[in-house]
Every structure is written in structure tokens, then in C-alpha cells.
């Protein structure tokens, strides 16, 4: 399918709740499968990514139900599955499973093999299959990539400093520990985002953590919970975006997680420039939400330092089609992680920006995008729904037309996107 959007003939305006987080919403539905007793998730993402985790979990042997919006499960005792566990497009969702069933006693003797689309099953895996081998598990790939398959077994605990930071490693690493002999001890060479960090305490897990390093006891059993999904900041930052290059645009976005792991996106726009405003409303360890208020104004180009790069990872798409609409270049380095995501970003981003008429240098780790205007045309999202998304923020600013092709991949994680930046005022439609 293909979205074409109209250059904004208004100011945006209006008060905008982001769907759920997507990476809170994954660990959710794990924790929550394998919590003894029940667990009541608040806010749960409702895209095809999260579903398939979901929907993995209930094939697993957790009770799933659901009313009102509220998702409601009882976990602790899992079971073979009947078929394959299909996950879809989601990268998050492969990886932490693996991690949580490589080790899990109710599994021992059982062979479950994780599918997903064509795009999944292009991504590297081994960052995740070496350690988690190392720990004892039993895991087969196909040259290091989906299809995966496990087959559970006794873990021992490791000491482990990840070459790259990593969440995604991190988690599958942690979520296998809970069931290991002795104890898992991890080292990162930078920050990532903890968001299974701040919620295993809220299972009833025990994890000691330092800036860069987390330790956890093997043989610890999770009990059911509430839990609440604050809105996805990375689903937000295209409405912040929009709201700051659009002309008169004032945006008021509301319960927006603000991870200090993960708020890059927010240090990069402010030192762009931004009108930002933030009204914080939690400031325990459980995951930080709060407010943010936009205003459109002008934007300068930025070197992106190099610590601010893992912080914003998924969202340096849009952040490129930001750097399009600032006065001078953006030069983004350190950025190689690009390149293994739902498509390669960097060299997608960059061949499409200049479709639009972008100035756009691509290097081996990053970009030089420099500002000027921005002409409307078609562009491809080469299956990749951030890109999607992101090329469509910038149609609200090219002098004419924009049209995406394969945009329905936006549904993966956002399905309600269209409608929220029609609300909001922007003129887009499907086609």
C-alpha cells in the first residue's frame, strides 16, 4: 500500500497520547507468561509485533485474556507448543524468548523452533545464540539468523562484557539467568536501555545494577503483577517532529515514558534547538513518564555525540528527516547499528532523503544530512515501518505531494499512526 501526504496547509495542534511503549509491551507479555499467578497489563501495545509476543505466550501455555483494553494473564507453568512460535517482524520478541526458554525447566526435552517474516529472518542472531551457548543452551540458527531452534535445557550462570550495548543481548541474557545454575554477570561498553532491568523488581525478581553492569541470582521464581506501559516515546517522536517543523504548530503530548535510557531523541532535538517542554510525573525506579509540550520553531544542524547515539537508535530516522529542515548539517557517526535493523537505515534513509532533493553524505557508521527544501515525490520504505513513518513526517514540509510506497508496514508497530497525525491536522490518506 502506498500513504500519500499533502504539505501541511495549517499549524498542527492538539492533545496527543502515543499508543503504548513497544519495548515496555514486549517484556510485559514475557514476564507476565512466566509470573506465577496473575498479571494485569495496563497500556499494552496493540501492533502485529507485540501481538505475535503475545500471542507466542498463549501458545506457551499462559492464560490470555483481555477487556476494556486491559490484558490480563496467568503464567508460571509453561508447556511444548503445538507448532512453531511465529514472531513475525519482531526482533525484540525472538531475541528475549529465546533468552526466557533456552533455560526454562517446564521445557526440558522439548525442541520449539522461532519463525519470522522474511525481514526477521534476514537479522543477526548470533549476538544473542554465542552467549546464551556459552551459558549451556542448546540453539540452532540458520548462519546465525531466524529460523531459531531451541532446545531447553540446564544453564549456568556467566560473567559476560557485550562487545557492543545492547537491550536486546542484555535481556535474552538476564531472562535466561533467572533459570541458570549460579550467577550471570553482565558488562556493557555503554548505556542501553533497562526497561527489563526496572521490571524484573516488579516481578518479585532480585537484580543488583551499576551503570554499566548487572548481576542476578540464578533459580528465582516471578510472581503475577500489576503493570503499567507508560506511551512509546520512539511512536511519539513523529508527532514531536511533526509538531516542530510544521509552521504555528503547539503539540501537547501526554504520558509519554521519558527512559533515561532511551531519551536521546529528546537531548538531540533540544540541542537542535527545539521548543521542548517537559513535565515529569513519576520519579521512582519503575519506568519514568510524564509530559511534553512542542512548539515549532527554528532548527540548527548538530554534531550527534557519539554517547547520545545508543539513546536514540530507533529513532534516528526521524531525527534524519529533522536534520533535513535545520539550518546548517547534521553529522551523525557511530551510528553501524543502523544497519541491521528492520532494513539498513542508513543507506535507505540516505537514498531516499535524496529522492525528496536532500543534500545527504552516507558514510560506513553514520551521515551528513544538510537542511534546505524539501520537494515532494515517491519514496520507498523498503519494509521498514520507522522509515515509513518518518518520510511521512517530512511530507508535511516538501513543496508538493508525498507519496510512500510499502507503508503499510507502519501497522507492525503503530497501527493508528494515520489517524493520530490526521487529528493532530496533517492531510494524509491511504492509497
Not at 517446564?106 to 545464540?129: N, T, W
Not at 548538530?302 to 528527516?321: K, Q, S
Request: proline residues 5%.
Amino acid at each position: 500500500m502506498r500513504l500519500k501526504v499533502q504539505p501541511a496547509r495549517r499549524p498542527l495542534s492538539g492533545d496527543y497520547r502515543p499508543p503504548g511503549d513497544k519495548s515496555v509491551s514486549h517484556r510485559a507479555a514475557i514476564f507476565g507468561g512466566l509470573a506465577e499467578g496473575e498479571t494485569e497489563i495496563h497500556g499494552f501495545l496493540d501492533s502485529a509485533d507485540t501481538r505475535a509476543t503475545l500471542e507466542a505466550m498463549a501458545a506457551l501455555g499462559a492464560e490470555v485474556s483481555e477487556s476494556n483494553g486491559v490484558i490480563r494473564m496467568r503464567g508460571g507453568h509453561l508447556q511444548a507448543p503445538a507448532g512453531d512460535l511465529d514472531l513475525g517482524n519482531s526482533g525484540t520478541g525472538m531475541r528475549l524468548l529465546t533468552g526466557a526458554l533456552a533455560g526454562h525447566p517446564d521445557l526440558f526435552g522439548a525442541s520449539i523452533r522461532l519463525v519470522g517474516d522474511e525481514s526477521l529472518s534476514a537479522r543477526p542472531m548470533a549476538r544473542i545464540i554465542e552467549p546464551l551457548r556459552t551459558m549451556g543452551a542448546d540453539i540452532d540458527s540458520t548462519d546465525g539468523r531466524a529460523p531459531l531452534t531451541v532446545r531447553p535445557r540446564r544453564l549456568r550462570g556467566i560473567r559476560h562484557a557485550l562487545p557492543v550495548a545492547s537491550a536486546q543481548v542484555k535481556s535474552a541474557l538476564l531472562l535466561a539467568g533467572l533459570n541458570a545454575d549460579g550467577v550471570t554477570e553482565l558488562t556493557e561498553p555503554g548505556i542501553s536501555r533497562d526497561h527489563t532491568e526496572r521490571m524484573l523488581p516488579t516481578f518479585g525478581g532480585r537484580l543488583e545494577r551499576g551503570k554499566l553492569q548487572c548481576r542476578l541470582d540464578g533459580g528465582q521464581h516471578l510472581i503475577g503483577t500489576l503493570c503499567r506501559v507508560p506511551g512509546d516515546l520512539s511512536s511519539a517522536a513523529f508527532a514531536l517532529a511533526a509538531g516542530l517543523i510544521v509552521e504555528g504548530s503547539v503539540i501537547q503530548l501526554t504520558e509519554v515514558g521519558l527512559n533515561p535510557t532511551r531519551d536521546g531523541v529528546l537531548r538531540i532535538v533540544e540541542l537542535m534547538g527545539a521548543g521542548l517542554e517537559r513535565t515529569v510525573l513519576t520519579a521512582n525506579d519503575e519506568e519514568p513518564a510524564g509530559h511534553l509540550q512542542v512548539r515549532s520553531g527554528k532548527l540548527s544542524g548538530v554534531d550527534v555525540a557519539a554517547e547520545l547515539v545508543p539513546l536514540a537508535i530507533d529513532e534516528f530516522p526521524v531525527l534524519m528527516a529533522l536534520a533535513a529542515c535545520a539550518d546548517g548539517t547534521t553529522r551523525v557517526r557511530g551510528a553501524e547499528e543502523l544497519r541491521v535493523k528492520e532494513s539498513d537505515r542508513l543507506a535507505v534513509m540516505c537514498r531516499e532523503l535524496a529522492k525528496l532533493g536532500v543534500r545527504v553524505t552516507e558514510y560506513p557508521d553514520g551521515a551528513d544530512i544538510s537542511g534546505g527544501p524539501v520537494r515532494g515525490g515517491r519514496v520507498d520504505s523498503h519494509g521498514d515501518h520507522r522509515i515509513a513513518m518518518s518520510l511521512a513526517v517530512l511530507g508535511l514540509v516538501a513543496d508538493g505531494s508525498v507519496e510512500i510506497e510499502n507503508a503499510e508496514w507502519i501497522r507492525t508497530s503503530y497501527p493508528g499512526f494515520v489517524d493520530d497525525m490526521r487529528a493532530l491536522g496533517a492531510e494524509m490518506e491511504w492509497l
